[in-house]
């Protein structure tokens, strides 16, 4: 080895092993990499340990800073003297610069780090021509273009920065590995990565603040969550590399990106209140108008849009995926755009976010369900925002509705509650209690609260509801026929059947009139009509409704939406119940087909679906697939509905059934045990689903014999029957 300026190696340097295998592989293929990525990220002390890694097959490694013009012109002019170049100490600097790229062009064997090169405009010129040497630059730009392979190095994953903060809080030895380290260090200094988003300069602050307090890693973890943004700001004497710490790194390049764009720097003020990744660009059109007046002439013009994104990439701020059409930001640049902003210019962005928010996300329908994805982490964000600041308008209402809308039909139940409650809070207050909007969050609600199984507080809701629609709309509106209907299934499924019916048949008549005869509404009032029919065993009314909702459903919708799924599992049922068999198993299984498929393998339609199969099986007595099938119904509803739900309750009494069958009389005893407390818990006493798994109950016991016990479940039962009819 003949010359080197290389400073030392960083001793706590840990990982990053793709990323140094990556730029070996480009500066083989090319000669020049280009290291790129956020600053304070990693990218000289990686530089640096590739480098000392390699220090063999090299003669001369130097290393320039080319964080300006007259810094690059001085590390040269250092290069040059160091090879005692005859122009290394003229006047004009210049000639030190091409007597140097004449030298690098000359001789093989060389490798030339261009660090801190963000402005690729000035390094172009300082580049030597030919490949007899490798020069590999670090930067915040990520358009390279053909100057360099671009290799990217982003924060460092949980296991390797939990790592490198133990050996940096010299908790274990510079070399030791992470299982050195005592559970107990490493389950906090895996938090702090975590807190940190992995991001390597703010690992090292941390770490240099540790060693210089000595407040330990469980110290720094609880000043952390009181102190952040002011703990970013410290860097202490003992941090290693970067003199800046992560704060003043950044806020000086969001410095440059508001001089040079001040859009660019609203966009940036924007998307630290969202979160932070897969921001969806449509945002900013869809959104446009609530985005102020700097931002919202880009966010309409495409052109202006990537002109004001470009210049944040200049410095790495953000990370765009061309692809999915979504940028990304760092959680902890997040942290340092809002720190620099007082409260009002907080609450004035997050005002802002919550608006766009709202204009981006649409009304949930199968076939949007894809955009309201994209767009469902960026309302959550927005959900706390509305209750960090308190905001109360309407537009505020309508989103957290829309999101919750959405998490039902996902079958996603807790997520949606807190958002349903929210909305019907903020639209009561900002609107008043009988507004629209308020009995569509009184529904929305209330419909939640039905699955849950929380009939008594679901009634209340469904009534206000539509006594706000009537009122307001007139008693043939078609939203008032929704309401009836909602109300309806309600009493369905409490039994109340006297109550259901003329409501039922209301809402149906209404929709017909109101939508025609083939609306898709008209075929869910028409299934819902069915089941009641069939919960009473009227097959010969229930089976034509279903026929004529599957029809209208397939037509309107497509052969492969839910909505037919539903249509198809309630007409399959039908034919099950009268023998027909041959007609009931293809349905059945194209509803399960089609569930999982739109739905996912877990939602509580897929469970419909399974329990049905499972019974058509157990009919047929083919009980291995019929066990498979309520096991796993069972499963997908314990998770989504919890333990004491009455459509757990159904999968044991079901289950139990089948257990029965097979001479599994144990077994059963206990599932029927389990099923009928539940139902008695949240039903009441008297429910008809009571009355079914008593009857149940008794036929298993008289299978063990035990007739006494048998015919005082069935004494029970009778009289809820009774009293029902």
Not at 448 to 458: D, F, M, N, S
């Amino acid at each position: 080895m003949a010359l080197s300026n290389l400073p030392e190696r960083n001793p706590f340097f840990t990982g990053r092993e793709q990323v140094l295998a990556e730029l070996q592989e480009a500066l083989a293929a090319q000669g020049r990499a280009a290291l790129s990525g956020l600053g304070g990220v990693g990218k000289t002390q990686t530089a640096v340990e590739y480098a000392r890694r390699h220090f063999e097959e090299y003669d001369h490694i130097f290393l320039a800073t080319a964080a300006s013009r007259e810094v690059l012109l001085s590390s040269y002019v250092t290069i040059a003297s160091l090879l005692k170049l005859s122009k290394a100490d003229c006047q004009d600097q210049m000639l030190a610069v091409e007597a140097l790229k004449r030298w690098l062009s000359s001789y093989a064997g060389w490798l030339l780090i261009l660090d801190n090169a963000d402005d690729l405009t000035i390094v172009r010129e300082f580049i030597p021509p030919g490949k007899n040497g490798h020069v590999l630059l670090t930067t915040r730009a990520r358009a390279v273009g053909a100057l360099a392979r671009r290799v990217d190095i982003q924060e460092m994953g949980t296991e390797e920065g939990t790592l490198f903060l133990l050996r940096r809080t010299t908790c274990i030895a510079e070399d030791a590995v992470l299982e050195a380290a005592a559970e107990a260090d490493q389950a906090r200094a895996k938090e702090i990565v975590t807190q940190l988003d992995g991001f390597p300069l703010a690992l090292d602050q941390a770490g240099a603040y540790i060693e210089e307090t000595g407040c330990g890693l469980s110290g720094y973890l609880n000043l952390y969550r009181k102190h952040a943004p002011d703990l970013l700001l410290l860097r202490g004497a003992l941090g290693t590399g970067h003199p800046d710490p992560v704060a003043t790194t950044w806020v000086l390049s969001f410095e440059k990106i508001e001089k040079a764009n001040p859009a660019a720097a609203e966009l940036l003020r924007f998307c630290a209140f969202l979160h932070p990744d897969g921001i969806p660009e449509e945002v900013f059109s869809k959104g446009a108008q609530e985005l102020g007046p700097v931002l919202e002439p880009v966010g309409s013009d495409d052109l202006a849009l990537n002109k004001a994104i470009s210049e944040i990439l200049k410095y790495s701020l953000l990370r765009r995926d061309s692809k999915d059409r979504t940028l990304e930001i760092h959680r902890l640049v997040q942290a340092v755009l809002t720190q620099a902003m007082d409260q009002a210019t907080q609450r004035l962005w997050a005002e802002r976010a919550v608006r766009a928010i709202n204009y981006a996300f649409p009304f949930p329908e199968f076939s949007n369900w894809a955009d309201c994805d994209r767009l469902l982490a960026q309302a959550q964000v927005c959900a706390e925002l509305i209750n960090q600041w308190s905001f109360e308008f309407p537009e505020a209402a309508r989103l957290l509705n829309q999101a919750g809308f959405y998490l039902k039909e996902r079958g996603r139940y807790t997520d949606a509650k807190p958002l349903y409650e929210r909305s019907l809070i903020i639209r009561e207050k900002a609107l008043g209690p009988e507004h629209l909007h308020v009995a569509s969050s009184l529904n929305s609600l209330a419909l939640l609260y039905k699955i849950e199984g929380r009939y008594a507080e679901a009634e209340p809701l469904q009534q206000r509801a539509l006594a706000i629609y009537e009122k307001a709309l007139g008693p043939e509106h078609p939203d008032v026929a929704t309401s009836l209907d909602n109300l309806a299934e309600l009493y369905r499924t409490q039994g109340q059947y006297a109550k259901a019916e003329p409501l039922q048949q209301r809402a149906l008549a209404i929709y017909e009139k109101a939508l025609g005869p083939e609306h898709p509404d008209v075929a869910i009032s028409l299934d819902n009509l069915g089941v009641f029919y069939e919960n009473q065993g009227q097959y010969a009314k229930a089976e034509p409704l279903h026929e004529r909702a599957l029809a209208i459903f397939e037509k309107a919708l497509g052969p492969e939406h839910p909505d037919v799924a539903t249509s198809l599992n309630n007409l399959g049922l039908i034919y099950a119940d009268q023998g027909q068999y041959a007609k009931a198993e293809p349905l059945l299984q194209r509803a399960l087909a089609i569930s999982e498929k739109t739905l996912g393998p877990e939602h509580l339609v897929v469970a419909d679906s399974l329990n049905n199969l499972a019974r058509l099986y157990h009919t047929l007595d083919q009980y291995a697939k019929a066990e498979s099938f309520h096991q796993r119904a069972l499963a997908i509803r314990e998770k989504a509905l919890g333990p004491e739900h009455p459509e757990v309750a159904a999968s044991l009494n079901n289950l139990a059934m089948l257990n029965v069958a097979q001479g599994q009389h144990a077994k059963a005893e206990l599932l029927y045990e389990r099923a009928l407390a539940i139902r008695v818990k949240v039903l009441g006493p008297e429910h008809p689903d009571v009355a079914t798994c008593l009857g149940n109950y008794a036929l298993c016991l008289r299978a063990m014999d035990r007739f006494q016990e048998a015919e005082s479940l069935e004494a029970r039962a009778r009289a809820i029957r009774a009293k029902s009819a």
